[in-house]
């Protein structure tokens, strides 16, 4: 079945500072790769999304780089702010469906 | 607009008892889905709806779990004979044609 892996579960920084968070999926067939954030108590939010025929995107402090040949996707946090704390989810999807990873939990320290 | 609204935000129930969980999705929006978030856990999959049809099931965990959507718009999930591990938030989200899923804020679920 199809599967995603994300990790790392849990990532502490200091603010200004960068944060990466990575995902692995196994279908081949995904074309769909939204990232998502969820605060604390709050509903999941996209941030940001990126679409097999692109590599990178970039909103900002924002980036997700896809490798289609490694089957992996990243997210990168650029000069992290408090505000940034949150669980952050990828997705992968195709057609209609999304397949979620476990979530990171990143904390910025002010 | 309005966005994805799900009710009640709480639910505590006992267990054996049934509980129904409603959605409404963004006005529109033909696609609806719903998640159960466990804590610790991701967002994982339960149905999929297009307009009042659902293609996809293959998430529900038992029999005990099923859902309807009517008029393409409003979604009820319904967990009959609750037990302790359907504690969890469920999630519900719509999403037009290819475009994002918009998530509503959840309801929580406790069975004692």
């Known amino acids: 079945g199809e599967n995603v892996e994300q990790h790392p579960s849990t990532l502490s920084v200091q603010e200004g500072d960068s944060a990466v968070i990575k995902c692995t999926y196994s279908?081949?067939?995904?074309?769909?790769f939204p990232w998502y954030k969820q605060e604390l108590g709050k509903r999941p939010q996209l941030i940001i999304d990126?679409?097999?025929?692109?590599g990178e995107k970039k909103d900002q402090r924002i980036a997700v780089t896809l490798n289609k040949t490694a089957k992996h996707f990243s997210l990168h946090i650029t000069e992290t702010q408090p505000e940034d704390s949150a669980v952050y989810f990828c997705?992968?999807?195709?057609?209609?469906?999304?397949?979620f990873g476990k979530g990171t939990l990143l904390t910025v320290n002010p | 607009g309005a966005g994805v609204s799900q009710s009640p935000s709480n639910k505590v129930t006992e267990k054996g008892k049934d509980v129904e969980l409603r959605c409404d999705p963004i006005?529109?929006?033909?696609?609806l889905y719903w998640y159960r978030q466990s804590l610790g856990q991701g967002l994982e999959f339960l149905i999929y709806?297009?307009?009042?049809?659902?293609?996809?099931k293959s998430g529900l965990p038992s029999d005990r779990f099923s859902a309807e959507r009517t008029g393409g718009s409003v979604s009820t999930l319904t967990i009959q004979r609750t037990q302790q591990e359907d504690s969890a938030v469920y999630l519900c989200?719509?999403?037009?044609?290819?475009?994002?899923?918009?998530f509503g804020p959840g309801t929580r679920l406790t069975v004692l």
């Open positions: 989200a719509s999403r037009r044609l290819a475009d994002e899923q918009f």
């Open positions: 279908d081949s067939a995904s074309n769909y």
């Open positions: 990126i679409r097999s025929n692109v």
């Open positions: 997705g992968w999807g195709s057609n209609y469906k999304l397949t």
């Open positions: 006005s529109g929006h033909t696609a």
């Open positions: 709806f297009q307009g009042n049809s659902a293609p996809d």
